[in-house]
């Protein structure tokens, strides 16, 4: 996401109590640019309008839901297709390298 789109979708937050209530999806969305940004945290917090540690605390809440959600995954060649095996037997077939990086950048994002 862009840094002026998130920007603009953080103002745009009514303010209910002493601090603005932040949707998990605009949390998301800040996590994943802020990642991509290359920006330091204090440079990137001040850029989209949000403190820096509420930057950390959000960091920190969805690296605790990563890591108690990470499963091994492991990829295969078959062809010119790509097999995943996950845990529980768990095996998807069939895709493309398109479809490949697809999963694989929404896993990334969860």
């Known amino acids: 996401m862009n840094i002026e789109v998130l920007r603009s979708r953080i103002k745009a937050v009514k303010v209910k109590g002493p601090r603005p209530r932040f949707s998990d999806e605009i949390r998301s969305q800040a996590i994943i640019a802020f990642r991509a940004s290359g920006m330091s945290a204090a440079n990137f917090a001040k850029e989209v309008g949000i403190s820096q540690g509420s930057l950390f605390k959000w960091l920190k809440v969805e690296g605790n839901a990563s890591a108690k959600s990470f499963r091994k ?38």
């Open 73 to 110: 995954l492991s990829v295969e060649p078959e062809g010119r297709e790509w097999i995943v095996h996950g845990p529980k037997g768990l095996r998807i077939e069939g895709l493309d390298l398109n479809a490949l990086a697809q999963l694989i950048d929404h896993l990334g994002a969860i």
